[in-house]
Structures are given as structure tokens and as C-alpha cells.
């Protein structure tokens, strides 16, 4: 028989493939256009394990899918190729990480295209790539020359405010822009320097320089983002972390957040995630006030959503990075305040937000004045508060706010009652406390009495009502060597962008990857890093983008990879539009998604892209987790006991490596050999086997559980893989990988090939009209592929495969009537078979220019029905009858079987019950 050589039809369809360019898309007006994205991937050491392709997967089914319903198909992959891995191994290698990562992309690549996907590799980009992160740099430039007008609400040349500055100065401008910005009118400006020019721009511009409080990681060298830091380590090697003011580039994110709150109302996401990106963003309505500090010359700016609780004011509590701390502790307070600013401000805003139950502070010494009653109120340090929202203080009213009563509680600070009329909505109740008059709000509803609260604000000049986001700007610097250079330079301490000619502006060479002796970046290290201008030689900025940087934009960039003018050509960028579908993980949520959408949002404002939203549909894919397996060794020796036995002996368990296992069974020659210790290692069979334990868990080297789907493909190939892993259940959930039930699989496509061939193995395809039953299968399987490819349930497609090819091979049917349509519905699952069988039926193009089949509704509608037959409430046979038959014909075609009249025995019934189209019962 011929047999099915899958590692010889993978490979040549693969090269086939690589050598025609069979994916390789470009504008066509006259065809409809599909976008198909997979999240940017990070090339790791570790390379791909089986759970990695399964968004992949995914995608490429639907992107195959949408060219045979004749759509032109971008569906590109590239690597996100900066970052900290490559960077850490340099420090300790001292390999450049530019060799590294293009050993890994290069591993990455390689193991991708044996899975067979539909990639445009002609289109691939990496964010190292200096013809790539030129324009990185490029769009940072438009950002630092671009503000954000608030009245026309887009983001406008820096050249259009300096205008309106040389005209009437910036009273009357709305702009997103520092909130201690000063003002001054036209003649104030014509005054100013040059740099005090620049200074006041640098207020307004959309990516700017100032000094924020980071988490700052001495032993990596650099600041990390909330997300990257865990109860005051590091993620990543785990390295203590501490809260400190670092001077930083930011980007202005805030001017965009009820944009981007807004936006995603018209998004195809998953909920979680939307919900996700509009806690982060956190609009809050509201009002801003100052309170005076008694005794010192000193104001504490606040932000409540009730100032309507203004009456129930007991302590004002700031966050232990907030500027005033060092000025308000007095000395009877200072040992014991200093030391507690000192332990909390290194805890991140992250475990803060999340550390409910610890309860912790400390006073100042200092009091505030209520302004509403001339009260003095006591100023506390609590981490709850964190410096990233608001204002960085709080009025604390703890009748109303359960934190406020838990640390008023600890403390044993008052806890006031406040008596207002229906203003108990969002209240914390059952507190009790000390009644307190409301003074000239008492008794009013709560909406008239937050807008008399504020009109007494704005009447004496102590604050007004906001709109408050949670958000803050987003930091843009690391300090790292293996990341985009930011393309400016220093006079005079000020920033100045170098000249879009000298673009990129690659990475110096360094001699080691670390900061320098003095604390700078590594870019310090480089011997030259300056900048030549006609007025001088002036020093470059020292810090690199942060990861996010070329990941905000690189969607963009696969539509027009090649163009050397722009980013993106304004034809391709009309054509392509949107992401259509975009798959990825959703622990990018706040992250890569938000700063996406700004990048995206901020080009469009300036005219350079035609769409404010890049992703118009998101999956967000399941995990695979890994099926670990256990040996279980007797305490105190190198005997291992087989799972059924473990009661009988005292044993601890060990996880082994799942890739010596096979249907849970041990091979124990393989497990002598794993390790040097385990040579001389002993067992209690069970039957001869050693049967291992077995558990879900999550995929890891250290739990011995990895799949390398290299290995699968070795063993199975790459269509069992495919189909494997959309088998294992809905795209969305999480599942666990077992290798022990990839085998039906794969004798599912033996059967499939098995179906062209006869007995002896030779071709035997038949050009006779195929049998009704047939074309029943096949187009009952064709309606449901579509459906659920549409919706994308790709699981039961393959359900409906095995399903299909079993009836058929039932019916031996070999007819090219239902087996060439059969492959088309197939070949967006298992490209390779597909394609091999499709040309031995003799096509010269790939399948992949054929049209996806429709499934026509006379096969689908039933026009006969098998009957089961009883006799006395027991069945006795099953009748094909016509739908159209009467239930007097029905029961006359009962009676006359010859399988009823054996039972029957020429008896008489007493009653025959027909219901059609079900069942036929006959009593004796």
C-alpha cells in the first residue's frame, strides 16, 4: 500500500511554498482585503513548546479560510526583538545580544514554518532592525513636535501653539499640559530666551522629559514598569526594587484617555479586556480642592469623587512618595515617620492596590485646615494612597470609604458620621462615629450637593470640578544598551531633536553591557556618543525605549515593510485599514493594547494613517497547560514504586520527564539513562509496567512537562499537530496537553489518505457520480466547517472531519465529487495532506486558489427517515421509509418487512402507533 510519508509531503510542500511565494500579499483593488494578526512574539532561547502555535493556528485556519472565499490575505510575522532576556544574557556572556537574538529568530523561524502557516515571510519584521526602528524613532519625533489641543481634541504640530503663543500668549489655550504650567501673555513670550522657550514647550509636548517616581532596579541597571516588579523585587531574577525620583521621557497617554475609553465601544473584544483597559484608564468625576497647612506656607491639592463627605473629613493621608512628606514630618515624628516612607515606598503600586488587609501608616505631625469649616485635621503617610493616582492625597471621611475606617480604626482616629439626605449612595454604612452637622449642603441630594460644594470651591478660588483619570503618562525611557536610542541630544540641559537625515540613529558599540561606574546607562560606555550640529558637539540621550516602543506601531510597518520613504505608504495603509483579527494573549490587556491604540490614535490625528483603531477583532487564546508526569521513590532509597502500589509504601513523588512516558507507562531504560543519579534505580511493577501519576499544570522546564512540537512533527507530523491542538477543545478555554490522545489523530489522516487509494495501495479515485449518502456527508460536513470557522470553534470542525471520513470510508466511497471538495473544506486545518492529494488528483495550482465549497440545502434537507420498529414496546428492526409517505402507508411498509413478519408470525395487531418522522410501535 502507498503509505502516507508525511515528513516527505510536509517537506515539499513547504519549499514549495518558501520558493513560489505562494502568501505573499500586495494591495488588489479588486478583491475584498483580510488582515490576520498574531500578537508580536519575543524570540526566546527556549523556542516554541506546543502551546505556543495554538493562537497561530488558529489564525492561519481562518487566514487560508478567507483566500478561498476569495479574499486577498495579509497575514505577516515578525519578531519583537528588543528586550531584557538577550540583554541579561550579554551581561553575563558578554555576547553582543544581537547575536543571540538572531540565533533565537532564527530557531523561531525555523520551527514556525514546519508547522506549515501561511505567513508572508517577504513582509517580516524585527524592532532590532535599525531600518525598522528608524521610524520608531521617526514617530517619536512627531510625538515630541505634536500637543494635544483639548478644544479641537487631536493632537496638533508644536508649531500651531507657538503661533498662537506669539499672538495672545496661552490664556486662552486648551491643552493637555503639565498642571503647573505658568501663564503669560503674547509679549511675556516675545521676551522669553530661546531655552526658556523651549522649557515652556517641553510643558506641552506630547512626549516630554520630567521627574517621576519609577521603580528603580539597581542590580538590572534600569527602571521597570509596575508590572514588572513583585513585593518589592523584580520580576525577572529577582533583585530588589526601590521607589525613587528619576528625571525621564513620558508620554503624554493621558491626553488621550476619554478617546480611548470611548474607542472601545466599538471594538469586537472580549469583554475582560475592554472592562481591563476602562479600570485602567479609571475616569472619575469629581473635584479638585486644596487645604492649607497650618503653620507652614504649604498647600495639599486633592481630588474626591464626593466632596459632598466634605463635612466627615478626620485626616488627610498621603502617599509616601508625595513631595510635601520630607517638608510636613515634624522632629517629635521624624524617626518614626522617615523610617516608615523609607520601607513603604518601595512596595509597588501594584501589591499596594492588591494588599488589602495589611493596615500601616504613620503621622506627621502636621495638621491641614478643613476650608469648608475652618477645622484642623491631622496629615498621616499611608501607603494605600499611591503618588499614580490623583493628586497623591486623600480626604480621608471613614464613615464612607472602607480603607479610610480600616486605618482610622487602627489608629484610633475619629470617625465621623455625616448627616445628608439621600447622599448615603456609595457610603460606607453601619459605622457609626460622632454626628457632624453638613453645614450649608445638609439635607440636599447628593448631585445638588457636590454642585454647591464646588461652586463654594470656585467662588473662593480653592478648586473646581474635574474629570480625574486614574491613568498616568506612560514612562518611555529604560536604562538599558539592547533598545531603540532616542534620537536627541542635550544643549544646555534642554532636549533637541537630531535631524531626520541621520536617521536611524543606530547603537554604539559598547564594552559591557552594564552601567557605568558613575551610574549611567550603558550607553555611557560608548566612545563617541554625541552629536555633531553646525553650532557644536552636544552629548546624545543615554537611555533607550522601553519594550513597548516598536511593538506600538508594527502593524503598520507589515503593510509596506520594504518602503524606505515612509513608514507606510498612504495607498497601503487605506488599503489594509484595521486588523480584522487579531490573536493574542490578554495579560496584554493594559499594556501593548493601550499603548497601541494611543500610537494609533496620535498618527491618525497628524494625518498619517486612515484609522484611529488597529484592532478591530480580538481572541484572546487559552493556554495549553502541560499533563506532568510522577515517579514515586521509596523515602531513603533509589526504589521506585508503580502509582498502583504507592499505599502500600511510604513514598515521596518526583516529576519525570513526560517525554520518557508514554500512555502514562515509564520507560524505564530512558529513566535510568535521564540522570546520572537515577543509574542504578529500582521499581515495583504492576504487571510487568511502571505506571506513572499524572497532573494539569502549568507548562515548565522545571516541572519536566514541556512538548517540543518539533518533536510531535518528528513523531506525528505537522497536519496532526494542527488538527491536534484545535481538537483539544475551544480556542478561548484552557486545556491540557496529552500526547496520549494525538494518536486518533493521526490515524484519522491515514484514513483520509486511505480513502484515494485501494487495498493495494494504488491511486483509485473514480470520476462516477457518488452515491446520495455521500454527498449527504459531505456537504452536512461542509455547512458545519463554514459555520464554525466563521465563528471560530475550531474544535468541532475536527470532530466533524473524523465523523465525515468514517461514513465515507463506510460507504467506500471514492468519488472525486466528494473527495475534492472535501480537501478544499480541509486544507485550511491540514495544508499538507491537502495539497499533496489535491495535485494527484491532477491540479497544477495549489489548493489554495481553489473556492471554498457551498453546501447546497437538497443534500442537507432529509427526504427519508429510519423508522425503529417495535413490537410490544421492544425494538425489533429499523425501516428507511420516505418522509412523504402517509401514516397508513407507513404502517402497511411497517407490517410488510420481513424482519417485523418474523416477529409477528401472522398475528394480527391489536394497534399500530405511527408518529411520523419517528417511530412505528405495534401491539400484539
Keep these: 500500500m502507498s503509505d502516507y510519508n508525511f515528513r516527505a509531503i510536509e517537506k515539499k510542500w513547504q519549499d514549495r511554498w518558501e520558493q513560489t511565494g505562494i502568501f505573499n500579499a500586495s494591495p488588489e483593488t479588486n478583491k475584498p482585503k483580510f488582515y490576520s494578526l498574531d500578537m508580536f512574539p ?45 540583554e541579561q544574557y550579554a551581561i553575563q556572556t558578554g555576547q553582543h545580544p544581537a547575536i543571540t537574538t538572531e540565533e533565537n529568530i532564527k530557531r523561531y523561524t525555523e520551527q514556525l514554518k514546519n508547522i506549515g502557516f501561511a505567513f508572508d515571510w517577504s513582509k517580516e519584521v524585527r524592532t532590532s532592525d535599525p531600518e525598522y526602528y528608524r521610524w520608531t524613532q521617526w514617530i517619536f519625533m512627531q510625538l515630541f513636535e505634536s500637543y494635544y489641543d483639548m478644544a479641537a481634541d487631536k493632537a496638533m504640530p508644536i508649531a ?19 498642571e503647573d504650567t505658568e501663564i503669560f501673555s503674547a509679549e511675556d513670550w516675545a521676551e522669553y530666551s530661546t531655552e526658556k522657550k523651549q522649557r515652556v514647550l517641553l510643558r506641552y509636548r506630547l512626549t516630554y522629559l520630567a521627574e517621576t517616581t519609577v521603580n528603580w532596579c539597581a542590580a538590572l541597571g534600569t527602571v521597570l514598569s509596575n508590572d514588572e516588579v513583585k513585593d518589592g523585587f523584580s520580576e525577572r531574577g529577582g533583585h530588589p526594587v526601590e521607589r525613587k525620583r528619576m528625571m525621564q521621557w513620558s508620554m503624554r497617554i493621558t491626553a488621550y484617555a476619554e478617546r480611548l475609553l470611548n474607542g472601545l465601544e466599538s471594538l469586537d473584544w472580549p469583554d ?101 469649616n475652618g477645622e484642623s485635621i491631622p496629615i498621616w503617610i499611608a501607603d ?67 454642585d454647591k460644594a464646588i461652586a463654594f470651591l470656585e467662588e473662593k478660588g480653592i478648586g473646581k470640578g474635574k474629570i480625574q483619570y486614574k491613568m498616568r503618562d506612560a514612562i518611555f525611557t529604560r536604562q538599558r544598551y539592547w533598545g531603540e536610542p532616542l534620537p536627541v541630544y542635550f544643549k544646555n540641559d534642554l532636549p533637541y531633536l537630531v535631524d531626520e537625515r541621520d536617521l536611524p540613529l543606530p547603537l554604539p558599540e559598547v564594552d559591557k553591557y552594564l552601567p557605568t561606574e558613575d551610574g549611567a546607562p550603558p550607553l555611557g560606555r560608548a566612545k563617541d556618543w554625541t552629536y555633531k550640529t553646525e553650532e557644536g558637539t552636544f552629548p546624545l540621550e543615554m537611555s533607550t525605549m522601553p519594550g513597548w ?45 493601550l499603548y497601541s491604540r494611543f500610537w494609533t490614535k496620535f498618527l491618525f490625528d ?51 520527564d513526560v517525554n520518557i512516558v508514554y500512555n502514562d507507562q515509564l520507560d524505564i531504560e530512558a529513566f535510568r539513562n535521564w540522570r ?25 522546564k522545571s516541572k519536566y512537562n514541556v512538548v517540543n512540537p518539533d518533536d510531535v512533527i518528528e513523531s506525528y507530523g505537522a497536519d496532526t499537530l494542527r ?129 471554498f465549497p457551498i453546501a447546497e440545502e437538497k443534500y442537507l434537507t432529509e427526504d427519508s427517515h429510519q423508522y425503529p420498529v417495535s413490537i410490544n414496546g421492544k425494538m425489533r428492526a429499523k425501516i428507511e421509509l420516505s418522509l412523504s409517505l402517509s401514516k397508513q402507508e407507513i404502517e402497511e411498509a411497517a407490517l410488510q418487512d420481513e424482519q417485523i413478519q418474523k416477529w409477528t408470525k401472522g398475528q394480527q395487531p391489536k394497534k399500530v402507533i405511527v408518529v411520523p418522522g419517528k417511530i412505528v410501535n405495534i401491539v400484539l
Excluded at 678 to 695: M, P, Q, R, V
Design 42 to 86: 519575543y524570540p526566546s532561547g527556549a523556542g516554541l513548546h506546543v502551546g505556543h502555535p495554538l493562537g497561530y493556528i488558529a489564525s492561519d485556519i481562518v487566514t487560508r479560510y478567507k483566500r478561498l472565499k476569495g479574499f486577498n490575505v495579509l497575514h505577516p510575522m515578525g519578531y519583537d526583538s528588543f528586550g531584557l532576556p538577550a
Design 160 to 178: 500651531h501653539l507657538v503661533s498662537i503663543f506669539e499672538k495672545e500668549g496661552n490664556k486662552g489655550v486648551k491643552a493637555a499640559c503639565d
Design 272 to 372: 475582560p479586556v475592554k472592562e481591563m483597559q476602562r479600570n485602567w484608564i479609571g475616569r472619575s468625576l469629581g473635584a479638585e480642592m486644596v487645604f492649607d497647612v497650618e503653620g507652614q506656607n504649604e498647600k495639599i491639592k486633592v481630588f474626591t469623587t464626593r466632596i459632598d463627605t466634605i463635612y466627615g473629613v478626620t485626616y488627610l493621608a498621603l502617599a509616601p512618595e508625595h513631595e510635601l512628606v520630607e517638608k510636613l514630618i515634624t522632629e517629635d515624628q521624624r524617626e518614626i515617620a522617615v523610617s516608615y516612607v523609607a520601607q513603604a515606598k518601595n512596595r509597588s503600586e501594584r501589591d499596594r492596590m492588591a494588599d488589602v488587609k495589611t493596615i500601616s501608616g504613620a503621622f506627621t505631625g502636621s495638621y491641614a485646615k478643613n476650608p469648608f
Design 384 to 450: 494605600y494612597v499611591l503618588a499614580g493616582y490623583g493628586t497623591g492625597a486623600v480626604m480621608a471621611v471613614p464613615s464612607h470609604d472602607e480603607r479610610d475606617y480600616n486605618f482610622a480604626n487602627h489608629f484610633g482616629l475619629e470617625k465621623r458620621q455625616v448627616i445628608e439626605g439621600d447622599m448615603s449612595e456609595g457610603s460606607f454604612p453601619g459605622k457609626g462615629g460622632t454626628i457632624m452637622n453638613s453645614g450649608f449642603i445638609s439635607g440636599l441630594k447628593m448631585q445638588e450637593a457636590m
Design 549 to 593: 516602543a516598536g511593538s506600538s506601531w508594527y502593524f503598520f510597518r507589515y503593510m509596506d515593510a520594504q518602503n524606505k520613504e515612509e513608514f507606510v505608504s498612504k495607498s497601503a495603509a487605506n488599503y489594509w485599514g484595521s486588523v480584522d483579527l487579531y490573536i493574542g494573549g490578554a495579560e496584554h490587556a493594559t499594556g501593548h493594547l
Design 606 to 656: 497628524r494625518g498619517l494613517v486612515p484609522i484611529e483603531e488597529p484592532f478591530q477583532k480580538m481572541i484572546n487564546q487559552g493556554m495549553i497547560q502541560g499533563r506532568s508526569n510522577f515517579v514515586y521513590r521509596k523515602k531513603g532509597t533509589n526504589i521506585f514504586v508503580s502509582h498502583g502500589l504507592i499505599g502500600e509504601h511510604e513514598v515521596s513523588p518526583m516529576h519525570v
Design 676 to 700: 546520572p543519579d537515577l543509574k542504578d534505580a529500582e521499581f515495583i511493577l504492576e504487571d510487568g509496567k511502571y505506571n506513572c501519576g499524572a497532573e494539569v499544570e502549568k507548562m515548565s
Design 723 to 851: 488538527l491536534y491542538e484545535m481538537f483539544l477543545g475551544p480556542l478561548e478555554q484552557f486545556k491540557p496537553w496529552n500526547t496520549n490522545g494525538i494518536d486518533g489523530v493521526f490515524k484519522f489522516l491515514k484514513k483520509l489518505w486511505r480513502l484515494f487509494h485501494d487495498k493495494d495501495g494504488k491511486w483509485n479515485v473514480s470520476d462516477k457520480p457518488a452515491s446520495k449518502e455521500a454527498l449527504k456527508s459531505l456537504h452536512k460536513t461542509m455547512k458545519k466547517v463554514e459555520e464554525d470557522i466563521e465563528r471560530h470553534a475550531f474544535n468541532t470542525s475536527v470532530s466533524s472531519f473524523m465523523i465525515c471520513v468514517n461514513e465515507l470510508s463506510a460507504l467506500k466511497c471514492n468519488n472525486r465529487e466528494v473527495l475534492e471538495p472535501l480537501l478544499i473544506v480541509l486544507s485550511p486545518y491540514a495544508p499538507h495532506i491537502s495539497e499533496e492529494l489535491w495535485e494527484l488528483l491532477g491540479h497544477e495550482q495549489s489548493i489554495i486558489h481553489a473556492q
